[in-house]
């Protein structure tokens, strides 16, 4: 029977998955392929939105400096014009964690699914599973990234009030490590209240992986290249947590 490690092992487990997600996608070309798809998507889409939002609001701003009296080469127009690309710079890395997590969302199941056999142990391969299963399961992920992202930033605002910080930072890290655990766990059929009760089961080990995941979206930019290793490790915790004879269980 397999024994139990302690809440701080499991804890510490949990902060180090990342790590060991991106150990195994250096080491699997079909993982690195699977994990680039989506961060090129996002880089062109936000390139071309930056571009193309900088021209607009550059044209905006000439056109009421014209108005005003001011040409575009005057210091008052080169000002404006340079406050907004800013602002629009300002703008894009605010939202690039939540448009890129959207735009991967599609993606990230068949980077979860890849992941399954190199995990350890690794999941049983589900036989049969067609192209309108796989689809309801896209549709599924992206509706539980929508509502896993409300929730967390509901948490977040939570976290403004005495005494329920704690609390609220909990959550939302439970909460992140529930969107990115969920993948495999869908695949299977596994329901919403055994999803949260594998949190609840492995409270500490999903806290540490949270934890970690939360930090490293909070990094504009960072985050994307974050998304990955996110999927990669709840899919590995999956397998894990439940332990065997062979591995220590995760609390």
């Not at 909460?175 to 990115?180: E, N, R, T």
Request: hydrophobic share 55%; glycine share 6%.
């Amino acid at each position: 029977m397999a024994t139990r490690v302690s809440r701080i092992e499991s804890l510490i487990f949990g902060l180090s998955m990342p790590l060991h997600a991106l150990k195994l996608i250096l080491k699997k070309p079909k993982l690195i392929i699977w994990s680039m798809i989506p961060l090129a998507i996002t880089l062109f889409v936000y390139f071309k939105f930056i571009a193309g939002a900088q021209d607009a609001v550059t044209a905006g701003m000439n056109a009421k400096m014209t108005e005003w009296g001011f040409g575009p080469d005057s210091s008052l127009g080169v000002a404006a014009a340079w406050v907004g690309k800013i602002l629009i710079l300002v703008l894009s890395v605010l939202t690039f964690t939540f448009v890129s997590t959207l735009i991967a969302s599609p993606f990230n199941d068949f980077l979860a699914e890849s992941t399954e056999a190199f995990a350890n142990p690794p999941l049983p391969p589900i036989p049969g599973f067609s192209f309108q299963a796989k689809l309801r399961l896209v549709i599924l992920d992206l509706a539980k990234t929508v509502a896993a992202t409300i929730a967390t930033l509901l948490a977040l605002v939570i976290s403004w009030v005495p005494f329920l910080n704690l609390v609220s930072f909990t959550l939302a890290a439970l909460l992140v490590c529930f969107q990115y655990t969920s993948y495999p766990q869908t695949r299977r059929g596994i329901t919403l209240a055994s999803g949260l009760g594998f949190l609840w089961r492995h409270f500490y080990v999903c806290l540490g992986f949270g934890i970690i995941l939360s930090g490293l979206f909070a990094i504009p930019l960072l985050s994307s290249f974050a998304l990955p290793l996110a999927v990669v490790g709840g899919t590995l915790l999956v397998a894990r947590a439940p332990g065997n004879e062979n591995l220590p269980a995760l609390r």
